[in-house]
Each structure stands twice: as structure tokens, then as C-alpha cells.
């Protein structure tokens, strides 16, 4: 794996924060090459210390995040990718990418976090502040590597791993040991963090992760080591049975989510819509998040708009996504549909996640006096902004969220200027509403429906937030709460993840929800859609869903992404079984 290559290791440990880039909202010094010889001397340096841990070392797994959270769960359709096909294999770039990603995430962690034990000028307490963010963020990076990955390596300790020359000799650990890993870090992160981010500038706390611990609670509920098999070589895979979800994990799970809700004194965002704009980077709703910005540093920035949105969309170039979008089934689950002239927004979160005919948005071009038309963008364009002419994206949508618009919308809600491929929009990762349904779903527990006060009131709160009519409920499905939770979440990285868990207990009904999807597209939108810009007559006659699509080949290998190439071929090792890791020889 890349996090064994001794380059990347030596790197993050005697250069220290060389490759670090501190993000605008942190307290952050003159960027410049420094190390540990001359850093982490007081407070604020050992706070700018882990200011690069919320962006340049997760800049490689953005596409990754974007791949396989949206387009493998079948919210979003991008064309001829195999992680819409299910023909993913351990030579896909973006897939090493995410890889070295993630095990660059905790190697950086891992030494900041020495950097910072070893630091005699800080305060006790910023020390333990800033070794809480650590534990975090090397907590979420191996969460993602065991839902996508399954079984991997525990190194905790990088560093002691290049002093005694054993790259090549790590062994993947049992999934549940990964889970308890994870666990013991984010508990000793809530030991360490304070209540509130004492800076107010959006930094990590113990709410933050409890928050996270509530959510890997949930998953690691669902998860049975005597229910799963493991299929060892090239690609190494996972095979469950179905069972009942753990009792224990699930109770911990709905107490540190009641927890969070209850007394970390955040809120939900009134306007759903207004989370996902510049000027709510740092809100109530986000518990954690990547904070990028634009600077001299190539990787602190947000790139995604590039990928998920039409060429001239922004005055910096680089955009290729418009023949990319939310898939007809993610429409469908919303009750659009992309073949009628009018639009249902009866769900505000809709417009919000994906854009259609006809709609118009006021927080995008806000240099212009009646805001952005998707239609006329496509087939007018503006006096800075011309797109090719043609509608693109054959499901009938495009992206709406992970866009901050143009120069002036940048300059407008995040208050300093975009770059190519390059915003200071931030990524959520954890949300205080996906807290709420969690909540809901873990006092379920592993009955049908619940009528819990509480799970009434927070799923109401989600769910109303988004569609004004909706009236409390007096009990709540399991099938309520899950598809809710793909309306909430919806392109925020996080579905497959979803299906990952639920695989873990219930294995069939992962396989067939994902085989019955829509999938695939609609031919002759761009007729359709240029005659009613330019006449106003709407004729879909022309326009059909491919019913003739494939059945998406989903297997119960399909829930374990294959290792990268890459990383198998540097240690072979990671081609055998998983063996149980002892976690007393941990230490923080």
C-alpha cells in the first residue's frame, strides 16, 4: 500500500509540515517550509500544525468519494465508468488514488500527532485539542477504508513501521478489529477534545465525534465476524450471511447520537439549500468537514465542480461533468421525472441536489440580475459564460451541490477568488441531520418500525425541513428512515457507504435494491429540451427510457472494492487472509 512506500512515510515524519497548507478559517501562520525543529513552539503553531489534516492530504480521494459513494450506489450516472457497471478492477486510477489517499491521511495524522507529543511550549490543553483533531481524522480516514476495502492493515504507528524496515510485512486486520480500532481513537478523541470549538472557526470537538462514533456504531452493528467469510487473493472479498444487528452497538449507537442532538446546542439549518453554499461553510449542521481553499498549495483546494458540471459553467475552464448527472433513479425517488415539463418541488432538496428543465437558481450568477437558467445556460448562454450549445447529461439532470458558481459567487459567498479546478467550497462529511437519522434507525434497533417520541420529532425535523406539508408521524418504518436518508444525503458521498452496512446484516436486500435501479438513460433530451427553450412547445414522443439496460452485475463480491494493483504488488501479504490484530499493544 502506499502508506508502506518509504517515500510517503519519510515524508510525513521528518519533513513535518512541509506539505502542509492552513486553510483561511484556521488560526494560520505564513505558509512556509518548516519542521518540527523549529514548530509546534507555542499554541498557535501547534494549532496551524494540524491545520493541513481538513484538506491536502484527502485532495486525491475527492473523485474516489464522489465515484463511489454517488455512482456505485446508483445516485448518479457517469458515463462508461466502471463504478457504474460494477466492472471495477485493481487497476482504476481513481481507485489507487483514493487508496494513497487515505493512508496518507494517517500517516500525516500519525505524525503530526507525535510532533505533537514530543512539543514541550504548547499548553496542556491545545496539546490535547489538537491530538483529539488527530485521532479524528485518522478515525474517518480508516472508516473509509474499511467500508470500501474491508479488511486492511492497522499502523498505528507509520513511523515505528520505516525504523524497523517492515513495509512489506503488514497484515490486513479482521474487519471487526478495524471497527474496535476505530472506537478506542474516537473515544480517546472525546476525552480529549473540548465541548465547543473554542476558536469558532468550524475546528473538530466532542460533539464532532461523538457524532462519528455514533454513526460507526451503527455500522459496526450490522457487522457479525461469524457470519462472514473471507475470500483471500487478487481480489479479496467478503461474503455475509444474514443476521441480526447487535443489540449493544446499536443502543451505543442512539446514545451518542440523543447526545449529540440533545446537548451540543447545534441546530438544523433552517434552509436546507443554504448548507451547501460558501457562506455556511462553518454552520451548525456541519460536524466535520473538509475545508478547502485556493491557494499556493495545489491540494488544499475544492476541485469537484470540474468533474460534476458544463464546460463555461465558471471563468476558470476546466469543466468537463455535463455529460455526468443524477441518475433517473435518484429522480425517481424524488418524483421528478425528467420527461415532464413540470416540476413537482414538493421536497426542496431536490432543486437543491439536482438541476432540471426549468429551474433557476438565484445563488448561482449572482452578477446577473435574474441568477442562472439551466436552459438558457445551455442553449444562450451568458455575456462571461457560453456552454457548447447542446443539453449533454442523458439522464435528464445535473449536479447542484459540491458547485459554487462562478468568480463572482465565489468572491461573494466565500470572500476571496476561485482558481482553475480550485474553490474554497467545503465538503460535509458528517451532518447534524444524518445524526438525527441515525438516531432513528439505531433505537429501531432490529424491529420493523418504532413509534419512539424522540425518533418521531427528529425524523419530522429532517424530513419537513425539505417538504413543508409533511405532518408529524405517528410511527416510522426502517424503509421510512432509509429512504430518507438518500434523500438527505443524496451526491454527498455517502449512499454506497449505506449499502455497505446494510450488506453487513442483510445481503440479499442490498443486492436486489441495487439490481432493480434505473441506471441508465434517456435518448433525444436535447431535442426535447431545445424546442421548449426556444418555443415553448414540449414534446417528449421521442424521448424513452433505456428499458434494454443491462442489470447491474452486482454479486456479494461487489460490497468489498478490489485493492489497487499497486498496493497488492509492494506487499503481497495483503493477498492473504486477514488475521485477528491484538489492540492491547495499541497506544496514544
Same mark, same amino acid.
Given at each position: ?405 462562478? =468568480? +463572482? %459567487?465565489? $468572491? ?14 467545503? !465538503?460535509?462529511? /458528517? ?108 414534446? =417528449? +414522443? %421521442?424521448? $424513452? ?14 460490497? !468489498?472494492?478490489? /485493492? ?25
Amino acid at each position: 500500500m502506499k502508506m508502506l512506500n518509504i517515500r510517503t512515510i519519510a515524508c510525513a515524519a521528518f519533513l513535518g509540515l512541509g506539505l502542509s497548507s492552513c486553510s483561511d478559517y484556521l488560526d494560520c501562520p505564513t505558509e512556509d517550509t518548516y519542521n518540527t525543529g523549529n514548530y509546534y513552539k507555542d499554541d498557535n503553531q501547534c494549532r496551524a500544525g494540524v491545520n493541513y489534516l481538513y484538506n491536502s492530504p484527502w485532495y486525491d480521494f475527492q473523485r474516489g468519494f464522489f465515484k463511489v459513494g454517488e455512482v456505485l450506489s446508483g445516485n448518479f450516472y457517469w458515463g462508461g465508468s466502471p463504478y457504474l457497471t460494477f466492472t471495477l478492477d485493481g487497476s482504476d486510477q481513481d481507485l489507487a488514488n483514493m487508496s494513497a489517499a487515505l493512508w496518507s491521511v494517517n500517516t500525516h495524522a500519525s505524525t503530526v500527532m507525535a510532533n505533537i507529543k514530543g512539543s514541550t511550549g504548547p499548553s496542556q490543553a491545545v496539546k490535547n485539542y489538537s491530538t483529539g483533531e488527530c485521532l479524528v481524522w485518522k478515525s474517518m480516514a480508516y472508516f473509509y477504508l474499511v467500508r470500501s476495502f474491508g479488511a486492511v492493515p492497522i499502523i498505528n504507528d507509520p513511523v515505528e513501521i520505516i525504523n524497523n524496515q517492515t513495509a512489506t510485512k503488514q497484515r490486513k486486520a479482521k474487519i471487526s478489529n478495524i471497527y474496535d480500532y476505530i472506537v478506542m481513537m474516537l473515544k480517546q478523541a472525546i476525552e480529549l477534545l473540548p465541548e465547543k470549538d473554542t476558536t469558532k472557526k468550524g475546528r473538530i470537538d466532542k460533539y464532532a465525534a461523538k457524532g462519528l462514533l455514533a454513526k460507526v456504531y451503527l455500522t459496526k452493528a450490522g457487522f457479525s465476524e461469524e457470519n462472514t467469510t473471507y475470500t483471500p487473493g487478487s481480489y479479496s472479498y467478503i461474503t455475509c450471511t444474514p443476521h441480526q444487528r447487535n443489540a449493544e452497538d446499536l443502543a451505543n449507537a442512539a446514545k451518542y447520537a440523543l447526545d449529540v442532538i440533545e446537548n451540543s446546542g447545534r441546530k438544523l439549518e433552517t434552509n436546507y439549500s443554504d448548507i451547501f453554499r460558501g457562506d455556511h461553510n462553518i454552520c451548525d449542521e456541519a460536524l466535520i468537514s473538509w475545508a478547502w481553499r485556493v491557494g499556493a498549495q495545489w491540494t488544499s483546494q475544492n476541485s469537484l465542480q470540474s468533474d460534476l458540471f458544463y464546460s463555461g459553467f465558471c471563468e476558470q475552464g476546466s469543466m468537463w461533468g455535463g455529460w455526468n448527472g443524477p441518475s433517473v433513479d435518484l429522480q425517481d425517488a424524488f418524483g421528478e421525472n425528467a420527461l415532464s415539463a413540470s416540476r413537482q418541488n414538493t421536497d426542496t432538496r431536490r432543486k437543491a441536489t439536482m438541476m432540471m428543465a426549468g429551474d433557476t437558481y438565484d445563488y448561482f450568477y449572482t452578477d446577473e440580475p435574474d441568477g442562472f437558467n439551466l436552459l438558457k445556460f445551455v442553449y444562450n448562454g451568458y455575456a462571461n459564460h457560453t456552454s457548447e450549445g447542446q443539453w449533454e447529461c442523458p439522464t435528464g439532470a445535473q449536479e447542484v451541490k459540491h458547485l459554487y458558481g462562478d =468568480a +463572482a %459567487d465565489h $468572491k461573494k459567498y466565500i470572500g476571496t477568488s476561485d482558481g482553475r479546478m480550485a474553490s474554497g467550497l467545503y !465538503t460535509h462529511l /458528517l451532518r447534524l441531520s444524518d445524526v438525527y437519522l441515525i438516531y432513528c434507525e439505531a433505537i429501531m434497533g432490529n424491529n420493523a418500525s418504532t413509534n419512539d417520541a424522540k425518533a418521531l420529532q427528529y425524523f419530522y425535523d429532517v424530513r419537513h425541513r425539505g417538504i413543508s406539508s409533511y405532518e408529524k408521524p405517528t410511527s416510522i418504518t426502517w424503509e421510512d428512515v432509509w429512504k430518507e436518508r438518500r434523500l438527505e444525503l443524496a451526491c454527498e458521498g455517502d449512499r454506497w457507504y449505506d449499502f455497505v452496512r446494510r450488506y453487513y446484516y442483510d445481503p440479499q436486500g442490498a443486492i436486489d435494491e441495487i439490481k432493480a435501479q434505473r441506471r441508465s438513460t434517456y435518448s433525444n433530451l436535447d431535442a426535447l429540451y431545445k424546442e421548449y427553450y426556444t418555443s415553448g412547445n414540449w414534446n =417528449a +414522443a %421521442d424521448c $424513452k427510457y433505456d428499458e434494454n439496460a443491462a442489470v447491474p452485475n452486482v454479486t456479494h463480491r461487489s460490497f !468489498t472494492l478490489p /485493492l489497487p494493483t499497486s498496493d497488492t504488488s509492494y506487499n503481497p501479504l495483503l493477498l492473504e487472509a486477514p488475521e485477528d490484530f491484538d489492540l492491547s499493544t495499541i497506544k496514544f
